[in-house]
């Protein structure tokens, strides 16, 4: 049983982390013709496309992928939970969002330990670094500002893993149910 779930919160997972770059992607309007945009399109849009029909984009965002997220977050949640055996009953659509935004900061954490690992280990240039580099822009950039770069040492992503997890302890302490996503 224990890897059935465990291949289920695998599966869920790298479903939502495709349906949020994909928001993401869009959000900071990334290269599209970069081999991981066209990646995240491709095994998106049979799951976005259908629905991109019927709920239009609002303000630059695309609501058809936010949704499809949301209902994969809510989903994952409820089946692990019946898989133990718990009834959330409406609880879940609550815990639905969590696990979205949890996941969102996840998948930006992860995107910046492998840029750090990778601005080690890639010379020149590397497309998927380029669209990790856009990604993260819009985090990074508010702290450059106040950090100032010390001789070609930058220390915005040090600063933003501390801010992330201090988010995310804030929020276990406050929130029902958030360590457990």
């Known amino acids: 049983m224990e890897a059935i779930r465990y291949l289920l919160q695998f599966a869920f997972d790298a479903l939502l982390m495709i349906l949020i770059m994909r928001v993401w992607l869009q959000w900071v309007k990334a290269d599209f013709y970069n081999p991981l945009s066209q990646f995240i ?3 998106s849009n049979p799951l976005v ?8 984009g609002f303000s630059g965002l695309d609501v058809a992928t936010i949704l499809v997220a949301y209902i994969v977050a809510t989903l994952k949640f409820v089946t692990l939970a019946a898989l133990s055996g718990e009834n959330l009953g409406l609880l879940g659509f609550y815990i639905g969002l969590l696990v979205l935004i949890k996941q969102a900061g996840f998948l930006l954490f992860i995107i910046m330990i492998i840029m750090a690992v990778m601005s080690w280990v890639v010379q020149g240039y590397n497309p998927t670094l380029a669209v990790f580099h856009q990604l993260t822009e819009p985090f ?3 702290i450059r500002r106040i950090i100032p770069n010390l001789g070609g040492l930058d220390l915005s992503m040090i600063f933003a893993f501390l801010a992330m ?4 302890i ?9 360590a457990a996503l």
């Open 49 to 56: 496309v259908p629905l991109r029909r019927i709920i239009p």
């Open 41 to 43: 399109v491709k095994v």
């Open 165 to 168: 997890n201090v988010i995310n």
């Open 170 to 178: 804030l929020l276990s302490s406050s929130l029902p149910y958030w």
């Open 140 to 142: 990074l950039n508010p």
